[in-house]
């Protein structure tokens, strides 16, 4: 079936480091959306990609859609503590059904 | 204020006997869904609705009921829990579940079955 493959699972950084988070897909979508969830919490929006090649920002957080539109990017400049947490991309597949990936959890080191 | 409420938040149960996880929203929308989710796997789709009394499987729904008899509730029905069954359950709501919506979740429902 189809999947988003989500690495990494897991990604250590001191408060202040940059921090990258890939999806991929098997098959092209319709568009794609990002979740954060903190811990302890539920999973959020933060913002969809239809187009693309598509390019967002959201403060210090960059979203890319590639070119063939089967994967895309979330990149955190200069990470503080609030930036904590796993974050989720989710494919539409042309049947309209969301398609997630396992998540990267975001830790900061002490 | 608009929201998904689930209840109860937290459930510790015995294998085989039955549990009703409560779902509702008070936005009016169409589409709702149940997630487990569980380390390493992110969030696997259970059952969704379309709509009143339409529902469909989504990826992993054995041992799992669903209901839809008003727009508002969605409840998840386990009719004989299993240890297996031991995760972190997500409701989730759209206006109508197609392409470039966002899914607003509920707080989770932590089950541990014994």
């Known amino acids: 079936g189809q999947q988003v493959m989500q690495i990494p699972q897991y990604q250590h950084v001191q408060e202040g480091e940059d921090f990258t988070t890939y999806c991929n897909s098997s098959?092209?979508?319709?568009?794609i959306q990002w979740y954060k969830q903190r811990p302890g919490g539920h999973p959020v929006f933060l913002i969809q990609l239809v187009k693309s090649g598509e390019v967002k920002k959201q403060k210090r957080l960059t979203f890319q859609f590639g070119e063939a539109k089967k994967n895309s990017s979330l990149h955190i400049t200069a990470t503080q503590t609030t930036d904590v947490g796993t974050y989720f991309c989710?494919?539409?597949?042309?049947?309209?059904?969301?398609?997630w990936g396992a998540g990267t959890k975001l830790i900061i080191k002490p | 204020e608009a929201q998904v409420t689930q209840n109860p938040r937290y459930l510790i149960t015995v294998t085989g006997k039955k549990l009703t996880v409560t779902c509702s929203q008070n936005m009016n929308h169409e589409y709702m869904s149940w997630y487990r989710q569980d380390p390493g796997l992110g969030l696997r789709q259970i059952y969704y609705s379309m709509n009143v009394e339409v529902t469909d499987k989504g990826d992993v729904p054995e041992g799992y009921k669903v209901s839809r008899k008003e727009k508002r509730n969605f409840p998840l029905i386990l009719e004989s829990p299993s240890p297996n069954q031991t995760s972190l359950y997500f409701c989730a709501s759209s206006p109508t579940g197609r392409r470039g919506e966002t899914q607003y979740f509920g707080p989770g429902t932590r089950l541990l079955v014994l």
């Open positions: 989710a494919g539409r597949d042309s049947n309209y059904q969301l398609i």
């Open positions: 098959t092209t979508l319709s568009n």
